[in-house]
């Protein structure tokens, strides 16, 4: 994943739908919020508070909600891309430019602003135990100083590796992100660090 310094940057990168992201851009710029890089991704703020993100991938482009599960999406056109691990992010896909609704994302983006201003939110689940895989387990237990520098991280840090190994469906995959993870682990650093 490539980490973009600007808005610009990121959307002359993108192999397929540059003038659409520029439409969605045009569209969000409109309602007053303000535009920053987040991720290595175009990201709209409100007050300080991520209200959505604009991306582009191989089949579709589109909008993501950070709060999107508290938006009323009396058009249903809000998806949860990650079941069982987003609670509140909510994304829009398009996939041509006839699918981009100026009025209508503006509608949105004012619900979202005015959630924004209140107290409402849906936070993480920091609750979730963190469950090590027996991979990643028996790969610390060899290794003890990265096995001490495993403890020594956060508890999110530390579910962000031990989610990364456990999403991987084959063995072999599992062992390749172990190896890329362990120097990691030992320097201290998460491993998406280098995109906050």
């Known amino acids: 994943m490539l980490r973009h310094k600007s808005v610009d ?3 002359d990168s993108a192999t397929r739908w540059q003038l659409e992201l520029k439409a969605l851009r045009r569209a969000l710029l409109s309602t007053g919020l303000s535009e920053a890089v987040k991720w290595g991704g175009p990201c709209y703020t409100f007050n300080g508070k991520n209200i959505v993100g604009i991306g582009a991938f191989k089949s579709y482009f589109g909008l993501w909600f950070f709060q999107g599960v508290l938006l009323k999406d009396a058009s249903k056109l809000l998806i949860n891309a990650q079941e069982g691990r987003t ?3 909510r ?3 398009m996939t041509s430019a006839d699918d981009i609704k100026p009025e209508l994302i503006r509608k949105y983006v004012r619900e979202a602003m005015a959630l924004a201003g209140s107290s409402v939110e849906i936070r993480a689940d920091r609750s979730r135990p963190i469950v090590v895989p027996a991979e990643l ?3 610390l237990g060899k290794n003890k100083a ?3 520098a495993f403890g020594k991280l956060r508890p999110g840090l530390q579910r962000e590796y031990t989610d990364y190994v456990s999403d991987a469906k084959r ?3 599992k062992q390749r992100r172990i190896e890329k993870i362990l120097p990691m ?4 650093v998460g491993l998406n660090d280098q995109y906050r």
């Not at 682990?185 to 201290?188: D, L, P, V």
């Open 185 to 188: 682990i030992a320097a201290g």
């Open 91 to 93: 994304q829009w896909r």
């Open 137 to 139: 387990e028996a790969a």
């Open 146 to 148: 990265v096995g001490t």
């Open 87 to 89: 609670r509140a992010m």
């Open 171 to 173: 063995a072999d995959t």
């Open 9 to 11: 940057a990121y959307i």
